[in-house]
């Protein structure tokens, strides 16, 4: 037990009594709180660490207030750490750090973390972190290239073992939504295009964190997010933005989004997180899922009977300025309201928790105006403390920081993150080289010998002469080996840049620049396939092309040499043309006219 914990009472806070059952603790806890200290609940928002595991001051940058300012001034108890430490160690000794400043508190209500992913290759802070200190894995749809669910659960497994290590306790993933608009920007973190395969591997996720059937002080919380389904967007723009805020279904394929949620729901997932997006032209009211109460009480709470968190995607109540540049709340179809209407209408809709907010003083004015009951607090504050109640947080809040070094990262998980990095490569197409180069004589490219002259590039050279010769030009080599981004447009302000969008064609200086290389050597061309990039004029000039979702060097040279198989299958269609994009309907999967490649296609070698 933490420092208050231990010098508590039973009489003075029978609530610690682990004796007792967990809603009789809640009960017990609530009537003890005043309503300030209850409002602090119904807020999570971003919160930075200091140096090397002290608590942080103010963060000019993000505009977040100091640590102590949160916990003590703010009464705030939920939290999403922002940012890559260099160390589990660290993290850890600035979770417990927090955990004191929380215990010194009048009742002690310990915090809880969240995260957003952080086991891939990928940094967005508005949607994933860079691995750092912890095992590297692909990301979702990558995860969805294996087509391998006991892995998925596995991963899900080791990502538990790993953030309980530092004091993560809520995932705020698994994303089911289904990518069934080829330009949408969240697809990376998606299972791909698949309803049923989404299902299937967002419940094994879900396993994976919430271990098992065992959920409690061993497991990390999952919040399945973006119900009902954040797919569909308008022109595949995103929500974070106002020219994405619309949701479309010209295919009437509103309950196809469901199926992944319901898949969730069975697995027994703990939260949910509604997306921005507001749906158009549905039996449903044309504002954002997180102010819909047609969706959050009428589909969600009655009709999937869901009892547990509903806490909003981030930002739905203020304005706020990102990297120094102003957005607005995403208050998408209820812009006109004041943040306070806006804040009214959430909790009607059904929502306990307001994500990427932190101004209990409002919620405080609705109170005190009459306009939310104590009671309507009551039952959103029963929720979120029964989950730090199930998490065993009043048991023992705080990790072992030096455990935590050997437990994250481990070489264990390492490898077994490297091995599924192998496993979801995906092979799209390889070419027969007539030529009288004696390692690629009349075969196929791939696999190619060790040993052979490679000159690559978006590889490390001392990575890649682990495989062969390096060497300095195309007409020198054996074998290239070029690493692209798949493409995406160049927006306004830094925040937008995160969010790859618009078209899905190569500049022309790139294929210029694929073809050139490929008219010297054999060519293989390995593209990061965070949406589905129109590959027909790599594939033409390439004499191989490969797709990836997040794999190391050298993860790919394995599978290019044959010392691992290729094993990766698409979760998506590629399609042929942007005509065949724009014509598609959004919410309609596999739905652009004769697609270059369709789900579940891939190579072997």
């Known amino acids: 037990m933490g420092p208050a914990s231990a010098e508590a009472s039973a009489e003075s806070r029978p609530w610690l009594d682990a004796n007792l ?103 967005n802070p508005g949607a994933a972190m860079l691995a750092g200190p912890f095992s590297q894995w692909p990301d979702a749809l990558g995860l969805a290239a294996t087509r391998d669910a006991a892995l998925v659960e596995r991963f899900g497994d080791i990502a538990r073992q790993e953030y309980t290590a530092v004091g993560i306790r809520v995932a705020l993933h698994p994303q089911v939504d289904l990518a069934t608009e080829p330009r949408w920007a969240r697809a990376l973190q998606t299972f791909g295009e698949d309803a049923e395969l989404s299902g299937e591997l967002g419940a094994a996720y879900i396993r994976g964190f919430q271990n098992g059937e065992s959920f409690g002080p061993g497991a990390v919380s999952a919040m399945v997010k973006h119900f009902p389904g954040g797919g569909p967007q308008k022109d595949g723009e995103d929500p974070h933005f106002a020219y994405g805020r619309e949701q479309v279904y010209p295919g009437g394929q509103f309950e196809l989004h469901l199926k992944p949620f ?56 203020n304005d706020a300025a990102i990297f120094g540049q102003p957005f607005p709340a995403r208050a998408w179809g209820v812009e006109h309201l004041t943040p306070a209407e806006r804040m009214e209408k959430i909790l009607d809709a059904g929502a306990d928790q307001f994500g990427g907010e932190a101004c209990p003083e409002l919620l405080l004015e609705l109170v005190a105006d009459g306009r939310i009951g104590e009671e309507r607090l009551d039952v959103s504050a029963r929720r979120l403390l029964r989950e730090k109640f199930a998490l065993g947080l009043f048991e023992n809040p705080y990790v072992d920081a030096e455990a935590a070094d050997t437990i994250v990262g481990s070489a264990e998980f390492r490898a077994e993150g490297d091995a599924a990095q192998r496993a979801s490569i995906t092979v799209l197409s390889n070419r027969t080289v007539l030529s009288n180069r004696t390692v690629l004589s009349n075969r196929t490219v791939l696999p190619f010998a060790r040993g052979a002259k490679l000159y690559v590039e978006g590889i490390a050279p001392e990575i890649a002469a682990a495989y062969g010769e390096i060497v300095a030009s195309p007409a020198e080599a054996d074998v290239a080996i070029l690493r692209l981004q798949a493409p995406f447009e160049q927006r306004e302000t830094t925040f937008e840049n995160f969010f790859h969008a618009g078209s899905l064609e190569f500049p022309a200086d790139v ?95």
């Open 21 to 123: 059952p967990v809603d009789e603790r809640v009960e017990l806890l609530l009537a003890a709180m005043t309503v300030e200290e209850k409002a602090g609940l119904f807020f999570q928002t971003m919160i930075t660490m200091g140096e090397d595991g002290e608590l942080a001051e103010a963060d000019p940058v993000f505009g977040l207030p100091s640590n102590r300012e949160y916990v003590v001034e703010k009464g705030m108890t939920h939290f999403n750490l922002l940012g890559v430490a260099p160390t589990a160690g660290a993290i850890a000794r600035w979770h417990n750090k927090l955990q004191e400043l929380a215990a010194s508190t009048r009742l002690g209500i310990p915090v809880t973390i969240s995260t957003d992913p952080r086991h891939s290759f990928t940094e």
């Open 262 to 317: 319901e898949a969730a729901f069975e697995a027994g997932v703990r939260q949910v997180m509604p997306y921005y997006g507001m749906p158009v032209g549905t039996e449903y009211e044309e504002v954002g899922f997180g102010f819909n109460k047609s969706v959050l009480t009428g589909l969600l709470r009655e009709r999937y009977g869901f009892d547990g968190i509903v806490c909003t995607d981030w930002g739905l109540v």
């Open 511 to 605: 294929l210029a620049r694929i073809a050139e290389i490929a008219a010297a050597v054999p060519t293989v061309v390995d593209v990061f396939l965070d949406r589905p990039a129109l590959l027909g004029p790599v594939v033409e000039t390439a004499h191989a092309v490969v797709g990836n979702w997040g794999a190391s060097g050298a993860a790919l040279l394995d599978v290019l040499s044959g010392a691992a198989p290729a094993q990766g299958k698409l979760p998506f269609d590629v399609p042929s043309s942007m005509a065949a994009v724009e014509a598609s309907r959004p919410d309609v999967p596999f739905d652009t006219a004769d697609p270059l490649f369709r789900f579940g296609h891939g190579l072997s070698l």
